[in-house]
């Protein structure tokens, strides 16, 4: 093995002769002297004398019929060991100097471990000694994490290649979870559950007290969220800084220009609620921000799952506080600070901002969302409250039917602020768990709207965000139709048709969402429903989208398959339904 191997970066080595040239060394005096004689001088010059503390064991162990390596080898190990012992006590100046002396003979096994305990002493590795590690992938394997660190530092591509396979598995994992069954959504997305994470905590460690470090994470979750648009992106952002919080690294985190603002999320998320006061807070933290790359971050932040919930479930309580005290929503300065957060960003917009560096503030907390949006919700919330006055004195009452006429302003909204149809979509799962089957009927259009609406895509990209309260409200309606609820299956065939199916063209999570209904709706059919609903089903087989062989959504393929089959066992055999829903089977089956 070269004893000076490890990059031509290294110091000069110096007058000592290890390994292969060592080797070399002794063939060439051997063959160029009498070899006895230069044998007996080399054992006198290097070998365990009579002078040395071990010469007089010697003849005692030569007795015993150790080999002379085996003891070589024993005293090299103590050596070393004692060695290690007292470089904790070594200068600044004597563990430069060792360092020097040692590096070069870093790839003998037996002297290795000496160097890599100094290089782990030294706070500020020379840059000669962290580019001749950069390049050999071994000894970069054989460093402490604080010599690995510099070396990242050094060379921020090997870090970038240490954080993107933690980055592609949180991702991974966090989509996952937003199609698991039986969990509530703050459940799936609770950001104290995310910092636990095994990804997490390796990025942590990764990161360790490293500024420069934490700043190539976010670069490398910023670059993927622009090449993907996935929200999970967003939630990492929020949980690297949160979890450096926990672990109490002030030195990063209080460099994070938006630590203030997450962590007032973050406590608003916990509480499950925004209340005026935060709300003004996180409102005055928004206007500050210069328009610059950090309108990016913040866009990130605010798409975070967990945030984005909190939000619009606030403007939803904040609109049915206005109902309730009898207060139009453009007076009430609460509901207009939480507008402007949730309104602040657009996935789509915010995506084309990062990656041609060219931002600019989303205002579209404009003059028509008070006084026409969110009055438009708070008409339907008065006549809800009406219809339920009503028939609590009498059952039979039909109630206050609502205006399907919508005012120009308020579709208008729907197209430029993608954020408050999920208000809209919180609206129709409130409805349709209070069994209100007629206001979840005034709602359809307008959710199904968020689908098929042309302002829904900008070239290929979503310009929404509403995914997790559409699978919410997926999994409220199967619950619903479970109940056998009077109505509950008429309005699923209708959201069916006009919102889910529809939707499942767009993406695989979307199909996966129309077959969890649409095994649910089978099951629980009727004899007046049952046709349509098969014939929806071979709709869905026929136009719901399946992924690319080599794409992230791949993943998804086991669970599409289950459903299928789950499906298939709730329809008629030999059914055209059926027949539809094998051929699918069969276009799953290569994957």
């Not at 603002?261 to 609620?273: A, P």
């Not at 933290?285 to 939000?311: F, H, K, N, W």
Request: proline letters at 6%; glycine letters at 4%.
């Amino acid at each position: 093995m070269e004893a000076t191997g490890a990059g031509a970066a290294a110091p000069q080595s110096p007058p000592l002769l290890l390994g292969t040239a060592a080797q070399q060394d002794l063939r060439r005096n051997l063959t160029k002297s009498e070899p006895l004689s230069f044998i007996r001088q080399f054992q006198n010059k290097n070998g365990l004398g009579p002078w040395s503390n071990c010469g007089p064991a010697m003849p005692m162990v030569d007795l015993q019929g150790t080999a002379r390596p085996t003891v070589y080898r024993g005293l090299l190990i103590s050596l070393r060991t004692r060695l290690l012992g007292k470089l904790q006590d070594l200068s600044e100046d004597e563990l430069k100097t060792l360092l020097a002396q040692s590096f070069p003979y870093i790839q003998l096994p037996e002297i290795r471990p000496i160097v890599l305990e100094v290089l782990r002493l030294h706070k500020v590795v020379p840059p000669d000694f962290l580019q001749a590690l950069s390049v050999n992938p071994e000894l970069m394997s054989s460093c402490a994490i604080e010599v690995k660190r510099q070396v990242w530092q050094h060379r921020p591509k090997l870090f970038a290649a240490e954080v993107q396979p933690r980055l592609l598995q949180y991702v991974k994992k966090l989509r996952e979870k937003a199609l698991s069954d039986g969990l509530t959504e703050f459940d799936k997305f609770s950001s104290r559950m995310r910092r636990d994470t095994p990804e997490v905590k390796e990025l942590l460690k990764l990161i360790g007290r490293s500024v420069p470090l934490y700043n190539e994470t976010l670069r490398a979750v910023r670059t993927h969220f622009i090449e993907t648009g996935d929200p999970g992106c967003c939630a990492l952002r929020t949980d690297l800084l949160m979890a450096l919080s926990d672990a109490g690294i002030s030195s990063i985190v209080k460099r994070d220009p938006l630590q203030q603002f997450v962590e007032c999320l973050i406590v608003c998320v916990t509480d499950r609620g925004i209340d005026a006061k935060k709300a003004a807070t996180l409102s005055r933290s928004l206007e500050a921000v210069d328009v610059g790359p950090m309108i990016g971050d913040i866009g990130m932040v605010i798409l975070d799952p967990c945030i984005q919930l909190t939000l619009v479930k606030a403007c939803y309580a904040a609109v049915k506080s206005c109902v309730d005290a009898a207060v139009l929503p453009a007076k009430s300065r609460h509901l207009k600070d939480l507008t402007r957060i949730l309104t602040a960003v657009d996935l789509g917009e915010i995506r084309r901002m990062m990656r041609d560096q060219s931002f600019e503030r989303l205002d579209v907390a404009d003059a028509r969302v008070l006084p026409w949006f969110y009055p438009t919700i708070a008409a339907a919330m008065v006549e809800d409250k009406i219809t339920a006055t009503m028939r609590q004195r009498d059952s039979s009452a039909t109630g206050v039917p609502h205006s399907n006429d919508f005012p120009a302003e308020f579709i208008e909204v729907l197209k430029n602020a993608p954020a408050l149809r999920a208000v809209v979509l919180y609206y129709a799962q409130d409805r349709l768990a209070a069994k209100d089957i007629a206001s979840l009927t005034w709602a359809i259009p307008i959710v199904a709207d968020t689908v098929t609406g042309e302002w829904v895509y900008v070239g290929d990209e979503p310009a929404s965000f509403d995914e997790q309260f559409v699978r919410s409200l997926t999994r409220t309606l199967s619950t619903t139709l479970r109940t056998q609820f009077a109505g509950a299956g008429e309005i699923a065939v209708r959201l069916m048709g006009t919102f889910f199916v529809p939707r499942a063209q767009r993406s695989v999570a979307a199909h996966v969402d129309a077959v969890t209904l649409a095994q649910v709706l089978r099951r629980e059919s009727t004899e007046s429903n049952t046709a349509a609903v098969e014939a929806l089903i071979e709709t869905l087989c026929a136009e719901g989208l399946l992924p690319a062989a080599d794409a992230d959504d791949a993943a998804l393929v086991p669970k599409l398959t289950s459903l299928y089959q789950g499906l298939a066992d709730a329809l008629p055999p030999n059914s055209p339904a059926a027949t539809a829903v094998t051929t699918r089977l069969d276009a799953l089956s290569q994957f």
